[in-house]
């Protein structure tokens, strides 16, 4: 059965500097975390390359740390 988990994102710039944090509770099941690629005070990020870090904590005790880079561009 799918165990339950909380999800830590974290947006950095180019720089390291952190843009945003997201946490999310997760019931069992797939992953999905929506960002609506705004920094902390909402406003919206200009294009670019940022660093995402997500960090999953499962309920059982076991936890993965993913670190990937995205282009946002519009």
């Known amino acids: 059965t799918p165990t339950?988990?909380?999800i830590y994102l974290t947006?950095?710039?180019k720089r390291g500097r952190e843009?945003?944090?997201i946490v999310v509770n997760r019931p069992g099941g797939d992953i999905m975390v929506n960002w609506n690629?705004?920094?902390k005070l909402g406003n919206q990020l200009k294009p670019g390359i940022y660093l995402l870090?997500?960090?999953i904590e499962?309920?059982?005790g076991?936890?993965?740390h993913i670190r990937k880079p995205v282009v946002?561009?519009?």
């Open 4 to 6: 339950d988990a909380r």
């Open 11 to 13: 947006v950095y710039d």
């Open 19 to 21: 843009i945003n944090r």
């Open 37 to 39: 690629v705004t920094d």
């Open 53 to 55: 870090d997500m960090k």
């Open 58 to 60: 499962y309920d059982n």
């Open 62 to 64: 076991k936890s993965e």
């Open 72 to 74: 946002v561009a519009f």
